[in-house]
């Protein structure tokens, strides 16, 4: 699915047009396992704020970044104002990082057009394109858009079940060492490790310089983990971020049967099956 992407000249001259797409900017703040960025409150011209940790995620759950209630979700985009068939491009600061986690929230509550900034932020900035300081202020809509239940999410339970009869493969996105149990977790409290029968791709091997690899590079390796695109495939991480950028890779590798661990790594500590 090569329009998943978009690069920053052609948002540039897409952006000049009388109908230009809504510009989502879902930044989270610096994290240990991403590049440091200065929070200078830069952003692009016209962005609103796509708020991942305190709006479009479920801030009763135990763990971070859960999936919201789709009434939730609805009333959140209807804040931002956005419609279902609406022209939106997501991006985040660090490049690729965060921002697929919109793109997956969107797109599997049923948006239809929704792509990705490759490069993010910086790739716009180093075009010496123009920014602004600070969100723009949405117009909410009068009817919240209809969407629907997240059909990709896998459960704990799920994931437990998946041990003993395999249903898919869950790729794991933390980093070789937090996967093997030899690099701590950002978090002190929680063990590394990982799932039994789980394979490790960390969300580095398919990005560059701030930019996802090509499709063909992607391809690799995720055959070289024994994958198809044929097979079923769940993504994971330390709390559902970086899975994400795995299922962009995926998507633009051509793979359908795709599935997120939402809970990710949090989830299993937290639910004690990584004592078992």
Known sequence: MSDILIGALELSQRLERPDPPTLLDASLPNSP?????????????????????????????PFPHTLPALDALQEACSKLGLSIDDDIVVFDNRGVFSAPRAYWLLTQAGFTHVRLLDGGLPGWVAQSLPVQQGYSEPTPLSTPPVLKANPSVVSVDDVQANIATPRFTLVDARSAGRFSGQAPEPRPEFPSGHVPGACNLPFGDVLENGHLKSREEIARLLIDRGLSPEDHVAFSCGSG???????????????????LFDGSWTAWVMSGRHQG
Do not use: H, K, M, N
């Open 33 to 61: 396992v991403a590049p440091y960025v200065a929070e200078d409150g830069q952003t692009l011209p016209g962005a609103l704020e796509f708020d991942i940790e305190r709006v479009f995620s479920d801030q009763s759950a």
């Open 241 to 259: 971020i970086t899975a994400c950028i795995l299922w962009v890779a995926a998507e633009l590798a051509g793979f359908e049967r795709l599935s």
